[in-house]
């Protein structure tokens, strides 16, 4: 079978489930969170899980859990309503503080996997619907956050995917026409974004979607990020 060849210039990723595994990096913090709002209060626990599509048992995020593609605001507006002595705004601040401290597992080595595609002549993006705080946190732990030439989370200014916006907002950042990106994330959110804004989509597997919840989505599912430079068409 003939390779695929990635001819663009600049590549656009999503943040958790793409650059960072979703499974090894949020499923242990989601029952941290829960069990912080329900304070002892178990039936309370089985609430909030059940709002969320989180297994407590498993200890893992159900596959049709909304809060693994949403923003921090939606996540937190499915609990809210049992949680009535808290407004969503305090909700979303806590929930913020919170993620600042989730030890983030790289997908690949982040830095030297960007050095290699800014080497190769490509622009990189990084476009997260959780806060841009939160991604220029993570990504500094990663020590990757001054080669990223664009980071936009959900409260940027540009909207949240699955809306094309941030993703157009980061192409002109760049320097680069839309149909010259690549959106490459684990979820079909990411996938519609980058179909909406004429970018060629790429998934991968490394979030909580399957393979044949991409497929429809995306022009190439990849395991990992790690297979594409070996795709890339050097600038």
């Not at 590549?11 to 499974?23: A, E, Q």
């Not at 921090?72 to 919170?98: C, G, W, Y």
Request: hydrophobic content about 45%.
């Amino acid at each position: 079978m003939t390779q695929m060849i990635l001819d663009v210039d600049a590549l656009i990723f999503d943040k958790d489930g793409t650059l960072f595994d979703f499974g090894a990096t949020w499923n242990t913090f989601g029952k941290r969170i829960i069990t912080a709002l329900a304070e002892g209060d178990p039936a309370l626990e089985q609430r909030l899980a059940a709002a969320t599509h989180y297994d407590l048992a498993a200890q893992a995020y159900l596959p049709t859990s909304p809060v693994i593609a949403g923003t921090n605001r939606e996540a937190v507006e499915l609990i809210a309503p049992f949680l009535p002595h808290h407004t969503l705004d305090e909700l979303e601040k806590s929930l913020m503080q919170m993620t600042f401290e989730v030890p983030q597992i790289e997908v690949v080595p982040l830095r030297r996997y960007f050095e290699r595609l800014h080497e190769m002549g490509k622009k990189i993006g990084v476009v997260t619907n959780d806060t841009e705080r939160g991604a220029r946190v993570h990504l500094e732990r990663a020590n990757c956050l001054t080669i990223a030439d664009f980071v936009a989370g959900y409260d940027s200014g540009y909207g949240a995917k699955p809306a094309p916006d941030p993703l157009l907002a980061c192409a002109r950042s760049c320097g680069v026409d839309p149909t010259r990106c690549a959106m490459v994330g684990d979820s079909t959110h990411d996938l519609r974004a980058g179909r909406a804004a004429g970018m060629t989509t790429i998934g991968v597997l490394t979030g909580m979607a399957l393979r044949e919840e991409l497929v429809p989505f995306a022009d190439l599912v990849l395991d990992d990020i790690g297979e594409i430079p070996a795709l890339l068409k050097v600038s």
